[in-house]
């Protein structure tokens, strides 16, 4: 009887650890796929350069706060500056479409991630905005990259894909309502 137990024993270690395999083989990758909704705001916010302590070109410096759902958990998004270079060009085709648009290539989009259980994921990227002249919406798509956190979220790498579109809300169109999502893998070590 003695050994019939322990040969039990031994059979559900075996049969635990070769469970666990497979998970963790693939616990190192968190899919990524958000919708989201919120706002965005043009420009106009004044800050300055922490590393050379000069004043930043404002005019190309956003504010983003959305909130997101999905997987991996729901989050709060907000993201500011994106580098005082991004110069707009009329152009006839942004983003697969034709028309008069006012392109936008952003060099950066440092976005932070605060999930529900106060995790956070850092991310940045570029990306392009194209602005109906016609109807004054917008369209946009960035790809980024995810480089750390904290909690569950500390040293993760990976990428995705963002787009969406926005709508402006003040007369001047620099403040906008956004909504779109957010595809791509986390990699957590």
């Known amino acids: 009887m003695k050994i019939k137990n322990i040969s039990v024993g031994i059979a559900g270690v075996i049969l635990l650890v070769a469970i666990g395999l497979p998970r963790t083989a693939v616990a190192g990758e968190v899919e990524m796929n958000l919708r989201f909704a919120g706002a965005f ?3 106009g916010i004044k800050h300055l350069n922490l590393s050379t302590r000069n004043p930043v070109d404002t005019t190309a410096s956003p504010l983003i706060h959305v909130q997101a759902q999905g997987s991996p958990d729901n989050a709060v998004i907000r993201g500011f500056g994106a580098g005082g270079n991004a110069i707009p060009v009329v152009v006839f085709n942004c983003l697969g479409s034709t028309g ?4 936008i290539i952003a060099p950066e989009d440092p976005l932070l991630f605060t999930f529900d259980d106060l995790s956070l994921l850092f991310a940045d990227g570029t ?4 602005i109906d002249l016609t109807t004054g919406l917008s369209t946009f798509r960035f790809d980024i990259v995810f480089f750390g956190g904290r909690g569950r979220f500390a040293e ?3 990428g995705a894909v ?3 579109e926005a709508q402006p809300v003040s007369a001047d169109g620099s403040f906008l309502a956004e909504t779109g999502t957010i595809v791509g893998t986390i ?3």
């Open 41 to 43: 705001v043009a420009s």
């Open 100 to 103: 008069v648009f006012l392109s």
């Open 127 to 130: 990306g392009e905005i194209c």
């Open 156 to 158: 993760a790498t990976g």
């Open 162 to 164: 963002i787009t969406g």
């Open 187 to 189: 990699i957590v070590p």
